[in-house]
């Protein structure tokens, strides 16, 4: 699963990634956690559904065209599908796997129209070490920034307001991850970004593709505080690497 990641990259960088006209202004995150506002980046012409579905889902009009351009906004982390009663479903959806995202009620719709990106330069695990969970930081070599493959669902409350939430999708660990957890997040390289959020793009077959374990540039794997247990410490401190002897050979 993915339960904590990190974003410090400037508003400069995640535009230039990202292929974004702006960015609105935003603060190095060491800790983001679910329930928290996540930036996410999706195409300005996604979350539209062809004029025609049928009973099953099933689209009978022409998709809708391909609109290139990007938008970075916020929205809660933790995915509240639309038809949802309460919106604290969404604490239990902070991660879609995979295997199922294209089946799962309170994915699939998501899935076909309303795909994103999740800008990252690294994510937390835990791992058992005695009697205490020992935290490590996953990154790309050089803090390299990078994206999660997500879904985004806007919900109307009842006084008619709408709040807008998303999931990261999981998928099998690589080999550098799994002695960790045996799950990780699907991390997409550059050259995937246009497919995952083109709105004309609805096929699971081909998506599914996309939703690998990543097996780009090595993951640095380091240890670092329990000042990330909190979800409420938003610190430097956070991803500071501590000596653990004999942890790597």
């Known amino acids: 699963m993915c339960g904590r990641f990190t974003l410090r990259a ?22 983001i956690a679910p329930r928290q506002p996540v930036g996410i980046v999706r195409s300005r012409g996604s979350g539209q559904i062809p004029e025609a579905v049928s009973s099953s889902g099933e689209e009978v009009a022409t998709p809708i065209a ?29 991660n ?26 690294g994510f937390y695990e835990w791992r058992q070490e005695g009697r205490r969970k020992q935290p490590y930081f996953f990154r790309l070599p050089g803090d390299e920034l990078f994206a999660f493959a997500g879904l985004w669902e806007s919900w109307e409350g009842p006084d008619h307001s709408y709040l807008e939430s998303c999931t990261i999708i999981t998928t ?36 599914m593709q996309l939703l690998q ?18 979800p409420s410490f938003d610190d430097p401190r956070c991803i500071a690497p501590v000596e653990k002897k004999g942890l790597f050979g």
């Open 96 to 121: 879609a796997r995979a295997e199922t995202v294209a089946s799962k009620p309170a994915f699939r719709r998501a899935f076909r129209y309303r795909r994103c990106l999740i800008p990252a330069d």
């Open 172 to 207: 099998d660990a690589n080999e550098q991850v799994r002695p960790f957890h045996d799950r990780m997040p699907v991390i997409l390289t550059r050259d995937q970004y246009e497919r995952w959020l083109n709105p004309s793009e609805s096929r699971p077959e081909r998506l």
């Open 10 to 31: 400037s508003r400069e960088a995640i535009a230039e990634q990202f292929s974004l006209l702006e960015v609105p202004p935003i603060s190095p995150r060491y800790n």
């Open 66 to 94: 391909r609109v290139p351009d990007r938008e970075f906004v916020f929205a809660r982390w933790g995915l509240i599908p639309a038809w949802a009663e309460d919106p604290a479903i969404g604490d239990r959806l902070i």
């Open 213 to 230: 374990p990543f097996e780009g540039a090595k993951l640095e794997v380091l240890p670092v505080g329990t000042w990330v247990n909190n």
